[in-house]
């Protein structure tokens, strides 16, 4: 790092990431008058929206509700097609947002921050950047990358803003022999710009997590067998996405300001009206038809507001699962099939829900199988396709929807260095350590965007990122009102918060499954509860509280 520095540009903040998170951070703080930059290892803006194209990628939070607040111009100006987005219209959306808040010049693309270090006499942090994806193409087509040189200098910044994105990090199946296997092999977290033909295709999808549960309906159409590998059966619902008509888009956009309050308010980041009763007050028929409204509604979080104690207690959580588990024996025609298909060994809403169109059904086609790898586990990746533990199976394609390194991999990835060149790799060997899941001490100046520690991946995440980004916004103006030059989060407020958010996630079901929100799904990592659970509007709450304290729980120094 030491021979670039000589040469850095300087500015007043260092943005990581063009998702929505990134773009928004540099809207705001551009408008405090800030010299911002934004690096963004992809080719385009849009981080989840432009990474994940596979077949049926899509949202499950409604378009109007999983969208800006920020400016009524935009929400009122934007005209949604569905009432779940798809990833290009989502897509579309945030490049339009790039366009109409002139963002574009301050980003540079396929440029990956591969170190920040902080230091100390400055107090500055100094970022190297290299090269990402695509790099040598993007450099000087006018989309925001000045200069090959760009893609691997460093930078100075006062203030170092991680937008990376709690779902980025892609991980692999951890099998031998993926790179043996002579087919193509796409994660859904990456797939190819000019999509995948597979028809006539022998295809094998490895993971059942939302992004295996959108894209096997569509990939059974097309291909000519396909096969999926399952470790974990999920519990999913139909999403009944249907075209948003122009009236029923007007009054929602004439709702808006209240509907937007009462999301910040909300739980989840999505205005629901709130259970009374315990599931296991009410008889049976009354569950039933209150369970076959939600499988009805199409909605995410229906099923688990249906009763105040779904995420608490283990009984009242088995029949709204067994509700489920009912319904996939009523789809699925194989018994055998659907019993695999049944989660048993997890409680519903533990795993991030799901929500599906024909995923069911689909097994009753004959041309999908499935393997079930509990019973059967890989052994490894061959040249011709995939062996279990009862024989290979042999492809041309293989999808690995095999989920991601979340909350913490994309941060980690970043060699980044604190006071004293103490790591945080090395802070967070055990588990990640924050303070209302922003800022994490001895990282002077360094700010998390939907970090662990915080709602983010519980809820709607547009509202979670918009309510940090203000808040983070916020902190920067008052830190330049009042001649700050850092803001760092104490130990002891840190420890705290930590201690809380073990505390929430222990009163509810979460950390009886082995989800990535318990950072399971990769080995070798520490098992704790990355998000915060005491809610979205709670959260909000406490950290404004924080702000108005003059950012108590933080040193700030002159
Ligand atoms: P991202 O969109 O992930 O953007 C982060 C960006 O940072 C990426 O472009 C990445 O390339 C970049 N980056 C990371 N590290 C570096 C680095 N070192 N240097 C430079 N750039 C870097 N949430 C919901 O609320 N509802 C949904 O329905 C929903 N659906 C989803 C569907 C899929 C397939 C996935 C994967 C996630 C979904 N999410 C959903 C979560 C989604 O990630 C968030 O809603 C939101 O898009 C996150 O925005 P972000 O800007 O924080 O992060
Ligand atoms: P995921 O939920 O983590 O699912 C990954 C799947 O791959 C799981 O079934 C997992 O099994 C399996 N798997 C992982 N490693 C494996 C291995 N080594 N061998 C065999 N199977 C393996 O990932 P995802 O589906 O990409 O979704 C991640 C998150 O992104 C979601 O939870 C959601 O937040 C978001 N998302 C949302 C949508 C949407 O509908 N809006 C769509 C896609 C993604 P185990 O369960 O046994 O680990």
Redesign the pocket.
């Known amino acids: 790092m030491a021979r670039d520095e000589t040469a850095a540009a300087h500015f007043d903040a260092v943005v990581?990431?063009?998702?929505?998170?990134?773009?928004?951070t540099l809207h705001r703080l551009r408008r405090l008058g800030l010299r911002v930059r934004v690096?963004?290892?992809?080719a385009g803006?849009?981080?989840?929206?432009?990474?994940?194209r596979?077949p049926g990628?899509?949202?499950?939070?409604e378009s109007m509700e999983?969208s800006y607040s920020f400016s009524p111009e935009l929400e009122q100006e934007w005209v949604w097609t569905e009432k779940?987005p798809s990833?290009p219209e989502?897509l579309r959306y945030i490049e339009h947002v790039a366009d109409r808040f002139d963002l574009r010049r301050d980003i540079r693309l396929g440029?990956?921050?591969?170190a920040a270090r902080f230091d100390e006499a400055a107090s500055r942090w100094m970022i190297r950047?290299e090269p990402?994806?695509g790099a040598a193409q993007v450099a000087g087509d006018g989309l925001g990358t000045d200069s090959e040189e760009d893609a691997g200098q460093t930078v100075s910044a006062q203030f170092l803003v991680?937008?990376?994105?709690?779902?980025?990090?892609v991980k692999g199946p951890e099998v031998e022999g993926l790179e043996r296997f002579e087919g193509d092999c796409h994660h859904?977290?990456r797939w190819p710009h000019e999509g995948v033909d597979f028809t006539g295709r022998r295809v094998a999808v490895i993971g059942t997590g939302?992004?295996g549960i959108?894209s096997i309906p569509i990939i059974a159409e097309q291909a000519a067998h396909l096969t999926v590998l399952q470790r974990t059966p999920n519990f999913s619902m139909p999403a009944r996405n249907v075209p948003l008509d122009p009236e029923t888009q007007r009054t929602r956009k004439a709702e808006y300001p209240e509907h937007r309050r009462l999301a910040r308010e909300s739980v989840f980041?999505i205005p629901v009206d709130f259970p009374v009763k315990s599931a296991l007050d009410v008889r049976p028929e009354e569950r039933e038809r209150r369970y076959q409204e939600s499988w009805e509604k199409g909605n995410?979080v229906d099923i688990l507001i249906s009763y105040t104690d779904i995420l608490f207690d283990r009984r009242a959580n088995d029949t709204a699962a067994e509700f489920i588990r009912g319904k996939i024996r009523e789809i699925v025609a194989d018994p055998d099939v659907a019993s695999a298909l049944s989660p048993t060994d997890h409680p519903v809403g533990t795993k991030r829900p799901c929500l599906d169109s024909g995923y069911y059904a689909t097994y009753n086609r004959d041309d999908v199988t499935l393997v079930d790898l509990r019973r059967s586990p890989i052994v490894e990746i061959t040249p011709k396709g995939i062996r279990t533990t009862e024989g290979e199976h042999e492809f041309d394609d293989i999808v690995l929807a095999t989920g991601?390194d979340a909350m913490t991999g994309?941060?980690l990835?970043?060699d980044i260095r604190g006071k004293s060149g103490r790591s945080l790799r090395e802070k967070w060997a055990e588990g990640p350590r924050t303070y209302l899941g922003i800022g994490t001490a001895g990282f002077p100046n360094l700010f998390i965007?939907?970090g662990p520690g915080s709602p983010?991946?519980l809820?709607?995440?547009?509202?979670?990122?918009e309510q940090h980004v203000e808040w983070i916004a916020d902190c920067v103006a008052f830190l330049r009102r009042r001649g700050f030059a850092s803001i760092d989060a104490t130990v002891e407020a840190e420890d705290a918060w930590v201690e809380h958010v073990k505390e929430v996630g222990d009163l509810t079901l979460y950390p009886t499954a082995d989800s990535w929100f318990m950072g399971a799904n990769v080995p070798g990592k520490p098992r704790v509860i990355l998000p915060y659970c005491g809610g979205v509007g709670v959260y909000r709450q406490k950290c404004d509280e924080v702000a108005a304290k003059d950012y108590e729980g933080f040193t700030l120094s002159s």
Do not use: H, K, P
């Open positions: 990581v990431g063009a998702g929505l998170a990134g773009l928004y690096y963004e290892a992809a803006v849009g981080g989840t929206w432009y990474w994940n596979y990628a899509r949202c499950d939070i999983y779940y990833q989502l440029t990956r921050v591969a950047t990402g994806e991680m937008a990376t994105g709690c779902l980025s990090a859904t977290g939302s992004s959108q980041g995410l991601f994309a941060l990835s970043i965007v939907t983010s991946v809820s709607n995440m547009v509202v979670s990122i």
